[in-house]
């Protein structure tokens, strides 16, 4: 049986992991610029927790209906944000978290500064859950997400977000719908945050308007950015790394932000394609170690 500390420490990377994920399939399949991703995350794990407990709802129910609610929010927020491109992007995507953030913090419904409580981790087989049956269920939820995307990116939705990707005029003149795609990596990422949001919800029992704040999308961003952007394991490692990260330097976590901000720029700077890109260090040596074994074999 694994220690307590060590169960809270893996879910946690897992949820980042999904909530990684998510933003890479806007971000690093479709191309587009997301700096509010915290957003969705956050109506995740409202929605669910006002549903279990408001309205009674179990926890079986409530966290699709976070993913539902999040991916709603996606299509009504995704449409007027990807139009505009680039620079653009980016300061609306932002905007949106600080709405979000805001109305979180100022609306009484929502529990104001003082947050959410009362969540609990499922019941099943007439007991309530343990953390490490938690861990185990959203480690299946993290595998089918994987096989999801593998699916995509071999499926001409794939393919149309590769062309987006690569040059928006070109995947137009090509015949490629932008909005209908675009829209469509945005509510898909919207809804895997807002899957992550109930999970999380769940996990800590308590919710409150600081938990998906700016500085949640761009731990979020760095995740990405860090394990290799558009590749598929790429998020899954910046998880592992940026979520173990905190808990071996406490001393400095009131810097996290700080940190995590000089850490993104230093990998665009010097490893734009992150630990897993196909130019990165790691793809390199692998290549480097695999020709030094076919030339010995």
């Excluded at 420490?9 to 997301?34: K, P, R």
């Excluded at 947050?115 to 089918?144: A, Q």
């Amino acid at each position: 049986m694994m220690s307590g500390y060590l169960i809270t420490i893996l879910i946690t990377v897992l949820v980042y992991a999904i909530l990684a994920h998510s933003l890479n399939i806007i971000t690093g399949h479709a191309g587009q610029i997301s700096l509010g991703h915290a957003a969705f995350f956050g109506i995740g794990a409202y929605t669910s927790a006002l549903f279990y407990t408001q309205a009674g709802v179990s926890f079986w129910v409530a966290v699709p209906l976070a993913a539902l609610v999040a991916g709603l929010v996606g299509i009504f927020l995704g449409i007027p944000c990807l139009r505009v491109r680039d620079d653009f992007l980016a300061i609306t995507t932002m905007g949106i978290g600080f709405v979000v953030e805001a109305i979180f913090l100022y609306i009484p419904f929502f529990g104001g500064a003082m947050g959410i409580g009362g969540i609990n981790l499922p019941h099943w087989f007439g007991r309530e859950m343990t953390k490490s049956e938690y861990f185990f269920l959203i480690l299946i939820v993290f595998l089918l997400l994987l096989l999801l995307d593998r699916r995509l990116g071999r499926s001409w939705i794939g393919l149309a977000w590769s062309s987006i990707r690569e040059d928006e005029q070109a995947a137009e003149a090509m015949g490629v719908d932008l909005v209908r795609f675009k829209v469509l990596a945005f509510v898909l990422g919207s809804s895997i945050a807002g899957l992550a949001g109930g999970f999380y919800a769940h996990f800590l029992t308590f919710i409150m308007p600081q938990n998906f704040g700016f500085g949640q999308s761009i731990v979020i961003l760095c995740m990405v950015v860090f394990g290799g952007i558009g590749t598929r394991w790429g998020p899954f490692l910046g998880a592992i790394i940026l979520g173990v990260l905190p808990e071996i330097s406490r001393p400095i976590m009131e810097y996290r932000t700080l940190v995590y901000g000089v850490l993104l720029l230093a990998m665009m700077r010097f490893q734009p394609g992150g630990l897993l890109g196909e130019e990165s260090i790691l793809p390199k040596m692998l290549r480097r170690f695999q020709s030094h074994s076919s030339e010995k074999g």
